[in-house]
Nanobody, 120 residues
Framework: QVQPVESGGGLVQAGGSLRLSCAAS????????VGWFRQPPGKEHTLVAA????????WYSDSVKGRFTISRDNAKNTVFLQMNSLKNEDTAVYYC?????????????WGQGTQVVVSS
């Protein structure tokens, strides 16, 4: 079964940029929807962006729309999250997750998470 593996987190100043990567280990993202969730300290995780592997359709939460871009590289079986104009409130653990592209919205496969810290 597919196992998402995240990389690219770190410390960045407010206004800066980071790019997160999510590679599929042990499988492929074909026929799946891949999403990026984030969990700020002491809060629940929320979905911030998602991409359909088959058609490349994307979705963004209002909190990141216009600043974050989700994309995929079919050849590398990898999804990226380009994060620009970062704000303090973007500080969180970011998780990559995948689900089958069906009517269900439950994400079945989760990565281990990568920490993003935005400093003033």
């Amino acid at each position: 079964q597919v196992q998402p593996v995240e990389s690219g987190g770190g410390l960045v100043q407010a206004g800066g940029s980071l790019r997160l990567s999510c590679a599929a280990s042990g499988g492929y993202f074909d026929s799946m929807v891949v999403g990026w969730f984030r969990q700020p300290p002491g809060k629940e995780h929320t979905l911030v962006a998602a991409i359909g592997w088959r058609d490349g359709s994307t979705w963004y939460s209002d909190s990141v729309k216009g600043r974050f871009t989700i994309s995929r590289d079919n050849a590398k079986n990898t999804v990226f999250l380009q994060m620009n104009s970062l704000k303090n409130e973007d500080t969180a653990v970011y998780y990559c997750a995948a689900r089958w592209d069906t009517s269900s919205t439950v994400y079945d496969y989760w990565g281990q998470g990568t920490q993003v810290v935005v400093s003033s």
